[in-house]
């Protein structure tokens, strides 16, 4: 028997200023704060039915029946959206991505931002967005930032109800496009979730952490002002010491692929020739360029003449985590 039955749609986001490490893991209460851009055209569609017959949590993503770890940590924001709404079905979940999964491109994100509300609005919940973007971030950290469109900032709080994600400029604010040069499409070695564990075995972890304030506030400024020689920098500086921390990490934590690097030269050679265009770089070998949309076109034609990038997927600022039609 159906009790409950809802589906949502989310977007995947690009952080410019990144998340890495916790204060508190359990809660993802983050190390610092940090500011994306969501990813129109990518997106996860989830689907979320409360069946009283069920005997336990049945979780499909990309057609297959999940088990183990991603089991788990699905059944557990379950478990928590059962606690607020005092239901006790288990769920049916079913969910898609059009987008290569665990390759660099935060599916964790537009997943639990998905389930997260298809999972509320399925058991009759109505949530704000600051609400929902709490509970998807216990879910994924960085899902917290793909509840509210556009531009993000995550607060990083201190508690439960002090970390969430707010916008900070809408979609329309700024024609900014994120061309992902795909240079692999297998699973990361290390997945985030054990990598922001090792952040603090940095020694680099602490003083990346203390400047982010710095950080954060020449990246709210350049996206304000659609300065994007500013954004340029504060981007690539973020991803450089995101990336410093994680080679520093013991065990290091080293994502990046002989292509990666090619793709590095590559934007900073054209950034110095006069094109607006930047590289940032998740966990994982994939590199996000971004530029104004209209440089798009070129710097995609010149991305494919790299040796290494086997596709290059390309998105616009996108909208808030929505329902859809069940
Ligand atoms: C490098 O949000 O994927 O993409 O909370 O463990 O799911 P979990 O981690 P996740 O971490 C994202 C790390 C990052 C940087 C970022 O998106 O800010």
């Known amino acids: 028997m159906t009790v409950g039955n809802s589906r949502a749609l989310a977007h995947p986001n690009i952080a410019f200023i990144k998340y890495w490490g916790n204060k508190d893991p359990q809660l993802r209460i983050p190390a610092n704060g940090s500011i994306s851009m969501n990813l129109a055209g990518l997106h996860t569609q989830t689907q979320v039915t409360f069946e009283a017959t069920l005997p336990s949590d049945h979780v499909v993503i990309n057609d297959r029946r999940v088990t183990g770890p991603a089991y788990e940590r699905v059944n557990a924001l379950l478990d928590r959206v059962r606690k607020i709404s005092g239901r006790d079905e288990f769920a049916r979940v079913i969910s898609q991505n059009n987008f290569p999964t665990a390759a660099g491109i935060a599916s964790s994100a537009s997943?639990?931002?998905?389930?997260?509300?298809?999972?509320?609005?399925?058991?009759?919940?109505?949530?704000?967005?600051?609400?929902?973007?709490?509970?998807?971030?216990?879910?994924?950290?960085?899902?917290?930032?793909?509840?509210p469109g556009g531009y993000v900032e995550w607060q990083p709080g201190d508690s439960h109800e002090s970390s969430y994600a707010f916008s900070i400029a809408a979609p329309e604010h700024w024609a900014l496009t994120d061309c992902i040069a795909v240079v692999s499409r297998t699973h990361k070695p290390v997945g985030s979730s054990a990598g922001h564990d090792l952040a603090d075995t940095s020694p680099f972890q602490a003083s990346r952490v203390s400047d982010a304030p710095r950080r954060?506030?020449?990246?709210?400024?350049?996206?304000?002002?659609?300065?994007?020689?500013?954004?340029?920098?504060?981007?690539?500086?973020?991803?450089?010491?995101?990336?410093?921390?994680?080679?520093?990490?013991?065990?290091a934590l080293l994502y990046w692929q002989p292509a990666t690097l090619e793709?590095?030269?590559?934007?900073?050679?054209?950034?110095?020739?006069?094109?607006?265009?930047?590289?940032?770089?998740?966990?994982?070998?994939?590199?996000?360029?971004?530029?104004?949309?209209?440089?798009?076109?070129?710097?995609k034609e010149e991305l494919n003449?790299?040796?290494?990038?086997?596709?290059?997927?390309?998105?616009?600022?996108?909208?808030?985590a929505g329902l859809l039609e069940p």
Request: glycine content about 6%; aromatic content about 4%; charged content about 20%.
């Open 216 to 251: 954060l506030e020449i990246c709210r400024q350049a996206i304000r002002q659609k300065d994007f020689e500013a954004l340029a920098k504060i981007v690539e500086l973020d991803s450089n010491l995101m990336h410093a921390v994680m080679m520093t990490s013991s065990p």
């Open 263 to 299: 793709i590095i030269h590559a934007v900073q050679a054209w950034r110095k020739s006069g094109k607006p265009v930047c590289y940032t770089i998740d966990a994982g070998p994939n590199v996000h360029v971004l530029c104004p949309s209209e440089f798009a076109e070129e710097i």
């Open 305 to 320: 003449h790299i040796k290494g990038v086997e596709m290059i997927l390309s998105a616009e600022p996108g909208g808030p």
């Open 111 to 147: 997943a639990f931002a998905a389930l997260s509300l298809a999972a509320t609005a399925a058991a009759g919940l109505e949530l704000d967005q600051a609400d929902l973007s709490r509970l998807a971030r216990t879910g994924s950290g960085s899902a917290c930032r793909s509840v």
